[in-house]
């Protein structure tokens, strides 16, 4: 694939993943658990049938070589995706994309704990960058009586970031079989929390099935498929460009502006991530660095 085109197929990734928050509150009557359940439940079946396909006899094996690391990136997924759906379900897009737009520092940070992978300056410049972001939204939600939102974002953060330190680990795991397990586990979990009122009308249906259905599963695909032509810092931009598409989709649709301490703390958190991967692109390949 030309660079070219697998960077487009990473902005459309990122587009389609932008519209998040809008789905989440168009099932403004179904509660959290619901949401995570139907959602997941229909992404994972999904990504079962085109792997299915495009496996065909070797599906069981598919699933068999992610082995007992990929299990654990995909519960560590499937937790990322029941903390997502809650936070965006009780607290502003922006609130969570801002918080969430610090996945790659975090990342950074647990790769140097567990594989010892080098930190550079720039990347402790960032974190020093992205932690000051993120404690002006706390101390904007402390003064505004519900700091909920930001813990289940922060949840999710750090085991995305768990999910991406396996990817590191187990560089040969295919992500697709990954994220069609993590899903269903995420429906798993919810299953005790919303089996007692899983009954749907017609119009809930129509948009779970765009949203979990189709929508998800291609952006999950899109992401994987650039993600093999694309270097790791150019990956990175995927984070500050879906947040900036989701805030603007929760401001143009949803009418949700973002309060100062989340705007400027999230400014610094897209400088942070933005600057670390732009310098990442231009600077010369090196062995071992985070």
Known sequence: MRYSLAF????????????????????????????????????????????AGFYRAGLVSAFRKIGCLGIFGATAFGLSLVFLTMALHTSPVADVMFTLAAIPILTALMAWVTLRERIER????????????????????????????????????????????????GRDLDMIPMFAVGSLIAAAIALPFSYDNLSLNG?????????????????????????????????MLVVPLETIL????????????????????GILIIVAVSGMAIYRIYERPKGGTA
């Open 203 to 235: 119009e809930t249906i129509t948009i779970l099935v765009l949203w979990g259905g189709l929508i998800s599963p291609i952006y999950y695909s899109l992401f994987v498929v650039a993600s093999r032509h694309i270097r790791a810092g150019e990956l």
């Open 8 to 51: 487009l197929t990473l902005v459309g990734a990122a587009t389609f993943a932008s519209f998040n928050g809008v789905f989440i509150r168009a099932l403004g009557d179904m509660t959290d658990w619901q949401i995570v359940f139907w959602r997941h439940l229909l992404v994972g079946l999904m990504l079962c049938v085109g792997l």
């Open 122 to 169: 720039v990347t402790w410049i960032a974190m020093i960058g992205a932690a000051i972001g993120v404690a002006l939204m706390v101390v904007g939600h402390l003064a505004g009586g519900s700091i909920k939102g930001v813990g289940l974002s922060v949840g999710c953060a750090v085991t995305v970031s768990v999910f991406a330190v396996i990817l590191r680990w």
């Open 246 to 265: 989701a805030v603007l989709l929760a401001w143009l649709v949803l009418a949700e502006i973002p309060g100062t301490n989340t705007l400027i703390g």
